[in-house]
């Protein structure tokens, strides 16, 4: 077939069966696929979710032109697991020079998902790849095990030359000390968000605060969920050194002073004079009691969850997990709020894929108990909310957990839909004040952010 007259699809070699299918100019398909691949959202967590790149592969696989038409939009990401996939995507480059200006994140891997393995072609990408992708803004490294010599120094000192990194992910890797962490980020000198999640450490020790990275001024978004202490006192001293203005963290229910939840509260102190908004991401392990909250002595909230230092603070999102018990510290979390300048709480609860009508019941069942709704709608009442808090700026989120479900979703089961018509009930009757000031706002979760779904 003639590719400059026209693109037929995957059927039409079976004309004789049937009426032929119309064709398309070549040009007219390639803008529809540029036009989707324009939409491609590629903050999405989960990159299977994302609309856009679901359609692209999908327009991939209708016949072998448009998998050209799409080539160089799916490498926009790249995947590197081993050092054979580094060796092909650098003889691809020297081939396709086009391509250089196409990838935009790099993800580097140890293996299969899940598992933990030696990530020794991260030093065989620096080297080999450093300046040869002058677009690249994102690296991940993902289910990797890096200990000590695995990758040499020198090599890490290449990615340098990759002037337009600005994001570091590390998820799921085990690190042998927070020192290479400092060098990673010392590496990138244009990085200014930074993210981990599920890290540990071999080695206990804490980095020098005089070896800091001379980069940490240009970090101004942190993200740190269940991470080893000695990375978690990194970021601390990051945080110090900085100007964050964007800060995630992962919250322990444990009471314990010297819990998971006391460094929490260490990390939200050091961001307290430039945080704008904040993420706590609490851990549903280690549910709390909410006698236990209101005792006179040792509240968790008020020891981990303390944002009275914030006077910068401008939104607040709260992440839940199943079975939502961390309900109960919200209206303590938000009654020690004082900046001047906040406008927005954000509450997130993720249902479980298997479970959603389950999930909606314990999340119905947790909203209602103890007045918990009234005591957020006095709060929202003071007058420090009152004037500064904008239209709709009190949001209650739901997300499938490891997938995207809409509320006002038309294919939405009957028994969902009148549990989530309850969900909208009961915050209404319970938060008249709230309600009739027209802040209140139910929203959908796409990729790690936040969509309305309400009517105006």
């Not at 007259?5 to 540029?34: K, M, W």
């Not at 991470?227 to 203005?245: G, H, M, N, T, Y």
């Not at 993420?279 to 002595?297: G, K």
Request: glycine fraction near 6%; proline fraction near 5%; charge should be neutral.
């Amino acid at each position: 077939m003639d590719r400059a007259e026209s693109i037929t699809a995957a059927t039409s070699e079976n004309s004789s069966r049937g009426p032929s299918i119309p064709r398309l100019p070549v040009e007219v398909c390639e803008r529809i696929i540029d036009s989707i691949a324009a939409g491609w959202d590629t903050r999405y967590a989960d990159a299977k979710g994302e609309p856009h790149l679901t359609t692209l592969t999908s327009c991939a696989l209708v016949c072998q032109d448009w998998y050209f038409l799409t080539w160089y939009h799916l490498r926009q990401r790249i995947h590197l697991r081993d050092r054979k996939d580094v060796l092909s995507l650098s003889k691809t480059l020297r081939a396709k020079p086009r391509l250089r200006e196409v990838i935009q994140q790099v993800f580097i891997s140890g293996g299969s998902p899940g598992e933990r393995q030696p990530i020794r072609h991260l030093g065989t990408f620096a080297a080999m790849l450093a300046g040869k992708a002058p677009r690249l803004s994102s690296i991940t490294i993902e289910d990797a095990e890096w200990t000590i010599g695995m990758v040499r120094m020198e090599d890490i000192g290449f990615l340098a030359l990759f002037s337009s990194i600005s994001t570091l992910d590390l998820s799921n890797v085990t690190l042998s000390s927070a020192a290479q962490l400092r060098h990673l980020v010392s590496a990138l000198p244009w990085l200014s968000e930074l993210w981990c999640f599920n890290v540990d450490c071999s080695q206990k020790q804490h980095v020098s605060p005089a070896s800091l990275p001379l980069n940490c001024a240009n970090l101004d978004n942190l993200n740190v969920r269940w991470v080893a202490p000695a990375v978690e006192d990194l970021f601390v001293q990051i945080s110090r050194a900085s100007r964050v203005r964007d800060l995630g963290i992962g919250v322990d229910g444990e009471l314990d002073p010297s819990s998971a939840a006391s460094r929490s509260q260490t990390l939200l102190d050091a961001s307290s004079t430039s945080a704008e908004t904040v993420r706590l991401y609490i851990d549903p392990s280690s549910p709390v009691r909410d006698d236990a909250i209101d005792a006179t002595v040792g509240r968790p909230t008020e020891r981990h969850c303390n944002l009275s230092r914030h006077d910068h603070l401008r939104r607040l999102e709260i992440w839940l997990e199943h079975p939502f018990a961390e309900w109960p510290w919200i209206p303590h979390i938000l009654s020690r709020i004082v900046s001047k300048h906040f406008q927005v709480i954000f509450i997130v609860s993720y249902l479980r894929m298997d479970h959603m009508a389950e999930d909606l019941d314990g999340l119905l069942a947790a909203m209602e108990q103890d007045g918990l709704l009234m005591r957020l709608d006095s709060i929202m009442q003071a007058k420090r909310f009152s004037d500064t808090v904008a239209s709709r700026g009190f949001c209650i989120g739901i997300v499938e957990d490891g997938g995207y479900w809409t509320s006002r979703n038309t294919g939405m089961g009957s028994a969902l839909r009148e549990r989530h018509d309850r969900l909208d009930e009961l915050v209404r009757r319970k938060m008249p004040h709230s309600h009739a000031r027209g802040i209140l706002r139910i929203r959908q979760l796409e990729g790690g952010h936040a969509k309305d779904t309400s009517s105006p």
